[in-house]
Protein backbone atom coordinates (compact mmCIF):
# COMPACT_ATOMS: atom_id res chain seq x y z
CA UNK A 1 0.00 0.00 0.00
CA UNK A 2 1.13 3.47 -1.14
CA UNK A 3 1.18 5.97 1.68
CA UNK A 4 0.13 9.95 1.55
CA UNK A 5 0.97 12.81 3.80
CA UNK A 6 -2.26 14.74 5.59
CA UNK A 7 -0.95 18.44 4.40
CA UNK A 8 2.12 19.75 6.13
CA UNK A 9 1.77 18.01 9.63
CA UNK A 10 3.61 15.30 9.31
CA UNK A 11 0.64 12.59 9.34
CA UNK A 12 1.20 9.76 6.89
CA UNK A 13 -1.42 7.57 6.05
CA UNK A 14 -2.07 4.76 3.85
CA UNK A 15 -3.69 5.78 0.46
CA UNK A 16 -6.33 4.74 1.54
CA UNK A 17 -8.34 4.62 5.03
CA UNK A 18 -11.37 2.60 6.38
CA UNK A 19 -14.37 4.03 7.91
CA UNK A 20 -15.74 1.67 10.18
CA UNK A 21 -19.08 3.64 11.14
CA UNK A 22 -21.10 1.21 8.89
CA UNK A 23 -20.00 -1.52 11.38
CA UNK A 24 -22.18 -0.87 13.93
CA UNK A 25 -24.21 1.95 12.59
CA UNK A 26 -26.82 3.52 10.24
CA UNK A 27 -26.50 0.75 7.08
CA UNK A 28 -29.50 -1.42 8.05
CA UNK A 29 -28.44 -5.07 10.05
CA UNK A 30 -25.72 -4.83 12.26
CA UNK A 31 -22.82 -7.42 10.87
CA UNK A 32 -21.34 -10.11 13.78
CA UNK A 33 -19.05 -8.15 16.27
CA UNK A 34 -16.48 -10.60 16.10
CA UNK A 35 -16.35 -10.96 11.84
CA UNK A 36 -15.68 -7.00 12.09
CA UNK A 37 -13.06 -7.41 14.51
CA UNK A 38 -11.36 -10.49 12.17
CA UNK A 39 -12.11 -7.79 9.11
CA UNK A 40 -10.08 -4.65 10.69
CA UNK A 41 -7.23 -6.68 11.35
CA UNK A 42 -7.63 -8.25 7.49
CA UNK A 43 -7.35 -4.66 6.41
CA UNK A 44 -4.35 -3.65 9.02
CA UNK A 45 -2.50 -6.77 7.21
CA UNK A 46 -3.93 -5.81 3.66
CA UNK A 47 -1.84 -2.54 3.89
CA UNK A 48 -4.46 -0.39 5.68
CA UNK A 49 -3.45 1.63 8.76
CA UNK A 50 -5.59 4.51 8.97
CA UNK A 51 -8.91 4.22 10.56
CA UNK A 52 -11.88 6.48 11.52
CA UNK A 53 -14.57 5.65 14.23
CA UNK A 54 -16.63 8.28 16.30
CA UNK A 55 -18.04 8.28 19.77
CA UNK A 56 -21.47 8.72 18.30
CA UNK A 57 -21.58 5.93 15.79
CA UNK A 58 -23.43 3.04 18.25
CA UNK A 59 -23.02 5.61 19.49
CA UNK A 60 -20.36 4.37 21.83
CA UNK A 61 -19.60 0.86 20.61
CA UNK A 62 -17.74 1.43 17.52
CA UNK A 63 -15.02 2.90 19.22
CA UNK A 64 -14.96 0.00 21.23
CA UNK A 65 -14.64 -2.36 18.23
CA UNK A 66 -11.96 -0.65 16.78
CA UNK A 67 -10.23 -0.05 19.61
CA UNK A 68 -10.52 -4.08 20.14
CA UNK A 69 -9.87 -4.76 16.84
CA UNK A 70 -6.80 -2.78 16.48
CA UNK A 71 -4.87 -3.80 19.48
CA UNK A 72 -1.95 -6.28 18.50
CA UNK A 73 -1.26 -3.17 15.51
CA UNK A 74 -1.54 -0.25 17.82
CA UNK A 75 2.46 0.64 16.68
CA UNK A 76 1.39 0.44 13.04
CA UNK A 77 -1.98 1.84 12.69
CA UNK A 78 -3.42 6.05 12.60
CA UNK A 79 -6.57 5.48 14.67
CA UNK A 80 -8.93 8.94 14.15
CA UNK A 81 -12.31 9.53 16.52
CA UNK A 82 -14.22 12.72 16.58
CA UNK A 83 -15.64 14.60 19.88
CA UNK A 84 -18.60 17.19 19.52
CA UNK A 85 -22.42 15.56 20.58
CA UNK A 86 -23.96 15.47 23.86
CA UNK A 87 -25.64 12.75 25.01
CA UNK A 88 -28.13 11.81 27.70
CA UNK A 89 -29.26 8.00 28.35
CA UNK A 90 -27.05 6.78 25.76
CA UNK A 91 -28.29 9.22 22.78
CA UNK A 92 -27.35 12.30 21.03
CA UNK A 93 -29.15 15.00 21.70
CA UNK A 94 -27.39 17.91 20.02
CA UNK A 95 -24.03 19.36 19.96
CA UNK A 96 -21.40 20.03 22.27
CA UNK A 97 -17.59 21.64 22.30
CA UNK A 98 -17.06 23.07 25.00
CA UNK A 99 -13.68 23.17 26.72
CA UNK A 100 -15.14 20.54 29.43
CA UNK A 101 -17.01 18.28 27.47
CA UNK A 102 -14.09 18.28 24.36
CA UNK A 103 -12.03 16.69 27.46
CA UNK A 104 -14.42 14.47 29.28
CA UNK A 105 -15.11 12.74 25.61
CA UNK A 106 -11.44 12.53 24.86
CA UNK A 107 -10.95 10.70 28.62
CA UNK A 108 -14.18 8.10 27.42
CA UNK A 109 -12.69 7.87 23.91
CA UNK A 110 -9.57 6.87 25.21
CA UNK A 111 -10.99 4.14 27.36
CA UNK A 112 -13.23 2.90 25.00
CA UNK A 113 -10.13 2.73 22.58
CA UNK A 114 -8.07 1.43 25.07
CA UNK A 115 -4.83 3.26 23.76
CA UNK A 116 -3.03 6.39 25.43
CA UNK A 117 -2.86 8.89 23.14
CA UNK A 118 -5.13 9.51 20.22
CA UNK A 119 -3.70 10.10 16.78
CA UNK A 120 -6.41 12.08 15.10
CA UNK A 121 -9.18 13.87 17.09
CA UNK A 122 -11.46 15.84 14.73
CA UNK A 123 -14.25 18.65 16.19
CA UNK A 124 -17.38 16.05 14.44
CA UNK A 125 -19.86 19.20 13.87
CA UNK A 126 -18.91 22.67 14.23
CA UNK A 127 -20.74 23.90 17.31
CA UNK A 128 -22.47 27.64 16.85
CA UNK A 129 -22.18 28.28 20.70
CA UNK A 130 -18.37 27.83 21.55
CA UNK A 131 -16.19 29.98 19.19
CA UNK A 132 -13.83 27.93 17.34
CA UNK A 133 -10.67 29.32 18.98
CA UNK A 134 -11.79 27.74 21.97
CA UNK A 135 -12.16 24.45 20.85
CA UNK A 136 -8.40 24.28 18.94
CA UNK A 137 -7.24 26.16 22.09
CA UNK A 138 -8.67 23.31 24.54
CA UNK A 139 -7.46 20.71 22.38
CA UNK A 140 -4.21 22.41 21.81
CA UNK A 141 -3.89 21.68 25.25
CA UNK A 142 -4.54 18.00 25.20
CA UNK A 143 -1.90 17.75 22.55
CA UNK A 144 0.66 19.06 24.67
CA UNK A 145 -0.78 17.04 27.58
CA UNK A 146 0.10 13.47 25.33
CA UNK A 147 -3.90 13.06 24.69
CA UNK A 148 -3.73 13.77 21.11
CA UNK A 149 -1.73 14.02 18.76
CA UNK A 150 -3.32 15.78 16.00
CA UNK A 151 -6.14 18.21 15.27
CA UNK A 152 -8.78 17.67 12.52
CA UNK A 153 -12.39 19.11 11.65
CA UNK A 154 -15.33 17.98 9.64
CA UNK A 155 -17.30 19.98 7.69
CA UNK A 156 -16.32 22.60 8.57
CA UNK A 157 -16.27 25.88 6.62
CA UNK A 158 -13.02 27.93 4.77
CA UNK A 159 -13.71 30.42 7.98
CA UNK A 160 -14.00 28.06 10.56
CA UNK A 161 -10.81 26.39 9.37
CA UNK A 162 -9.19 29.16 9.27
CA UNK A 163 -9.76 30.74 12.51
CA UNK A 164 -8.96 26.85 14.27
CA UNK A 165 -5.87 26.83 12.11
CA UNK A 166 -4.59 30.00 13.50
CA UNK A 167 -4.46 29.06 17.13
CA UNK A 168 -3.70 25.16 16.45
CA UNK A 169 -2.40 23.73 13.07
CA UNK A 170 -5.35 21.97 11.61
CA UNK A 171 -4.05 18.87 10.10
CA UNK A 172 -6.94 17.18 8.03
CA UNK A 173 -10.40 18.22 6.97
CA UNK A 174 -12.92 15.31 6.77
CA UNK A 175 -15.92 16.16 4.99
CA UNK A 176 -17.92 14.25 2.22
CA UNK A 177 -16.62 14.41 -1.55
CA UNK A 178 -16.77 12.30 -4.20
CA UNK A 179 -18.05 12.51 -8.12
CA UNK A 180 -21.72 12.66 -6.36
CA UNK A 181 -20.45 15.57 -4.21
CA UNK A 182 -18.07 18.35 -5.42
CA UNK A 183 -19.17 21.40 -3.68
CA UNK A 184 -15.59 21.18 -1.59
CA UNK A 185 -14.06 22.19 -4.82
CA UNK A 186 -15.01 25.84 -4.96
CA UNK A 187 -13.07 27.35 -1.25
CA UNK A 188 -12.42 24.35 0.71
CA UNK A 189 -10.21 22.27 -1.55
CA UNK A 190 -8.19 25.85 -2.89
CA UNK A 191 -8.18 26.73 1.02
CA UNK A 192 -6.91 23.16 2.76
CA UNK A 193 -4.04 23.58 -0.39
CA UNK A 194 -3.35 27.32 1.00
CA UNK A 195 -2.90 26.36 4.66
CA UNK A 196 -1.06 22.38 4.33
CA UNK A 197 -4.08 20.60 5.83
CA UNK A 198 -4.84 17.43 4.41
CA UNK A 199 -8.04 16.30 2.98
CA UNK A 200 -10.28 13.04 4.14
CA UNK A 201 -13.36 12.52 2.38
CA UNK A 202 -16.33 10.33 3.56
CA UNK A 203 -18.42 8.54 1.51
CA UNK A 204 -16.23 8.67 -1.36
CA UNK A 205 -18.57 6.17 -2.68
CA UNK A 206 -21.59 8.30 -2.78
CA UNK A 207 -22.57 6.10 0.11
CA UNK A 208 -22.98 2.85 -2.21
CA UNK A 209 -24.42 4.76 -5.08
CA UNK A 210 -21.48 4.97 -7.48
CA UNK A 211 -20.27 1.44 -6.81
CA UNK A 212 -23.26 0.54 -9.58
CA UNK A 213 -25.08 -1.86 -7.29
CA UNK A 214 -27.95 0.88 -6.14
CA UNK A 215 -30.90 1.73 -8.68
CA UNK A 216 -34.09 3.43 -8.72
CA UNK A 217 -35.60 -0.20 -7.91
CA UNK A 218 -33.47 -0.48 -4.62
CA UNK A 219 -35.08 -1.26 -1.57
CA UNK A 220 -33.13 -0.26 1.58
CA UNK A 221 -33.72 -1.92 5.31
CA UNK A 222 -36.08 -0.16 7.30
CA UNK A 223 -33.24 1.09 9.54
CA UNK A 224 -30.94 2.30 7.00
CA UNK A 225 -30.22 5.65 7.50
CA UNK A 226 -30.49 6.32 3.72
CA UNK A 227 -33.73 6.30 3.64
CA UNK A 228 -34.19 9.57 5.21
CA UNK A 229 -31.59 10.91 2.79
CA UNK A 230 -33.35 13.35 -0.09
CA UNK A 231 -30.66 12.14 -2.48
CA UNK A 232 -31.79 8.47 -2.03
CA UNK A 233 -35.04 9.01 -3.12
CA UNK A 234 -36.54 6.84 -6.02
CA UNK A 235 -36.92 10.21 -8.20
CA UNK A 236 -33.70 11.17 -7.25
CA UNK A 237 -31.91 7.96 -7.73
CA UNK A 238 -33.62 7.92 -11.14
CA UNK A 239 -32.54 11.29 -11.76
CA UNK A 240 -28.89 10.62 -11.01
CA UNK A 241 -28.26 7.16 -12.87
CA UNK A 242 -26.44 8.98 -16.01
CA UNK A 243 -23.52 9.96 -13.38
CA UNK A 244 -23.10 5.61 -12.39
CA UNK A 245 -23.27 4.75 -16.02
CA UNK A 246 -20.78 7.32 -17.25
CA UNK A 247 -18.84 5.77 -14.56
CA UNK A 248 -19.54 2.37 -15.31
CA UNK A 249 -18.20 2.80 -19.09
CA UNK A 250 -15.34 4.32 -17.69
CA UNK A 251 -14.77 1.51 -15.71
CA UNK A 252 -15.53 -1.03 -18.60
CA UNK A 253 -12.61 1.04 -20.71
CA UNK A 254 -10.12 0.53 -17.71
CA UNK A 255 -10.93 -3.50 -17.56
CA UNK A 256 -11.85 -1.95 -13.18
CA UNK A 257 -14.70 -1.74 -11.77
CA UNK A 258 -17.01 1.21 -11.09
CA UNK A 259 -15.78 1.52 -7.42
CA UNK A 260 -12.34 1.59 -8.14
CA UNK A 261 -12.80 4.36 -10.84
CA UNK A 262 -14.71 6.36 -8.28
CA UNK A 263 -11.87 6.41 -5.87
CA UNK A 264 -8.96 6.42 -8.51
CA UNK A 265 -10.68 9.74 -9.25
CA UNK A 266 -10.43 10.97 -6.25
CA UNK A 267 -6.85 10.07 -5.23
CA UNK A 268 -5.83 11.81 -8.60
CA UNK A 269 -7.40 15.37 -7.63
CA UNK A 270 -4.30 16.26 -4.91
CA UNK A 271 -1.52 14.07 -3.40
CA UNK A 272 -2.73 15.08 -0.06
CA UNK A 273 -6.13 13.52 -0.52
CA UNK A 274 -7.03 10.54 1.15
CA UNK A 275 -10.49 8.79 1.19
CA UNK A 276 -12.07 6.67 4.16
CA UNK A 277 -14.20 4.48 2.04
CA UNK A 278 -16.41 2.07 4.43
CA UNK A 279 -17.35 -1.84 4.25
CA UNK A 280 -17.94 -4.39 6.05
CA UNK A 281 -16.89 -7.64 3.34
CA UNK A 282 -13.63 -8.15 2.08
CA UNK A 283 -13.76 -8.80 -1.23
CA UNK A 284 -15.08 -4.71 -1.42
CA UNK A 285 -12.29 -4.35 0.68
CA UNK A 286 -9.78 -5.88 -2.06
CA UNK A 287 -12.18 -4.06 -4.23
CA UNK A 288 -10.73 -0.69 -2.80
CA UNK A 289 -7.45 -1.28 -2.45
CA UNK A 290 -7.00 -2.11 -6.18
CA UNK A 291 -8.07 1.31 -6.91
CA UNK A 292 -4.77 2.58 -5.68
CA UNK A 293 -3.29 1.05 -8.24
CA UNK A 294 -5.80 2.39 -10.66
CA UNK A 295 -3.70 4.90 -13.24
CA UNK A 296 -5.90 7.42 -14.37
CA UNK A 297 -4.48 9.80 -17.75
CA UNK A 298 -4.99 13.47 -17.87
CA UNK A 299 -6.71 12.21 -20.89
CA UNK A 300 -8.92 10.23 -18.93
CA UNK A 301 -9.71 12.93 -16.46
CA UNK A 302 -10.28 15.33 -18.61
CA UNK A 303 -13.02 13.33 -20.19
CA UNK A 304 -14.42 12.66 -16.74
CA UNK A 305 -14.57 16.27 -16.28
CA UNK A 306 -16.57 16.92 -19.62
CA UNK A 307 -18.96 14.24 -19.41
CA UNK A 308 -19.75 15.08 -15.52
CA UNK A 309 -20.12 18.91 -16.01
CA UNK A 310 -23.31 17.97 -18.03
CA UNK A 311 -25.20 16.39 -15.33
CA UNK A 312 -27.15 17.57 -12.56
CA UNK A 313 -27.19 15.77 -9.30
CA UNK A 314 -30.84 16.32 -7.78
CA UNK A 315 -31.42 15.94 -4.15
CA UNK A 316 -29.77 17.15 -0.92
CA UNK A 317 -27.11 14.80 0.74
CA UNK A 318 -29.24 14.73 4.15
CA UNK A 319 -32.23 15.77 5.99
CA UNK A 320 -33.19 19.21 7.28
CA UNK A 321 -31.58 19.17 10.75
CA UNK A 322 -28.43 16.97 9.78
CA UNK A 323 -27.93 19.70 7.25
CA UNK A 324 -28.30 22.68 9.85
CA UNK A 325 -25.26 21.09 11.44
CA UNK A 326 -23.23 21.59 8.17
CA UNK A 327 -20.66 24.77 8.77
CA UNK A 328 -20.41 26.44 5.87
Not at 128 to 150: C, F, H, M, R, S
Not at 265 to 270: C, T, V
Not at 295 to 306: R, S, V, W
Request: aromatic share 8%; proline share 5%; charged share 25%.
Amino acid sequence: MKTRKLGNSGLEVSALGLGCMGMSFAYGTLPDKNEMIAFIRKAVESGVNFFDTAQIYGPFTNEELVGQALAPFRNEVIIATKFGFHYEDGKSVGLDSHPESIRQTVEDSLKRLNIETIDLLYQHRVDPNVPIEEVAGTVKDLIQEGKVKYFGLSEAGVETIRRAHSVQQVSALQSEYSLFWREPETEIIPTLEELGIGFVPFSPLGKGFLTGKINADTIFESNDFRNSVPRFNVENRKANQPLVDLVKDIAAQKQVTPAQIALAWILAQKNWIVPIPGTTKIERLKENIGSVSVELTTEDLQQIEEATSKIAIHGERYQAAAQKMINR
